[in-house]
């Protein structure tokens, strides 16, 4: 004997989201699988795709009901890890598929206030342009200027600058 057949339970769905396997994704969701689906550690799958630059991956989830903002043990949202790895292209794409700008992680921490931790100049022009909030603190009362300034992010901290001014009344 070769074995038992694979069970539901032997399947890894966040290594075929990691893979981008969408032939094989799909043939789960269609037989019901859940599409936030977490691991152990709180990743959606959704996540996991995002996380690993899978644009067709994040569309068939989100098209198959996955929460864009679903967040992990953290509170980080996918929109936050796009902030950490710098991929604007697929951050501007799940922000046009309804992924809170403004969600909070456990820190506190906003995904512009991350994407100036990590110095994604686009990601933060990106997530202003999408309404994020300039003077957003995390737990700790930090700024996305402030944390800028901290890390040398001169470019960065002059748009967050421009953006944390208040519009002229207008008369």
Sequence with gaps: MHGSPPTPLDVDFHEIARRGDTEVMAMFLQAGLDPDLRDERGYTLLMIAAYNDRH???DLLLDAGADPDAPDR???TPLMGLCFKGYTDLA?????RGAAVNARNGA???A???ASTFGHAPLVDLLLEHGADPT?????????LDI???HGYHD????????ARPLPHEG
């Design 136 to 144: 957003a603190s995390d737990a700790l009362g930090r700024t996305a």
């Design 108 to 110: 506190g921490a906003t």
């Design 92 to 96: 501007a794409h799940l922000l046009e």
């Design 56 to 58: 067709a991956m994040v």
């Design 74 to 76: 953290s509170g980080n």
């Design 112 to 114: 512009l206030l991350l």
């Design 148 to 150: 800028a300034r901290s």
């Design 156 to 163: 960065i901290a002059r748009r967050l600058e421009v953006a």
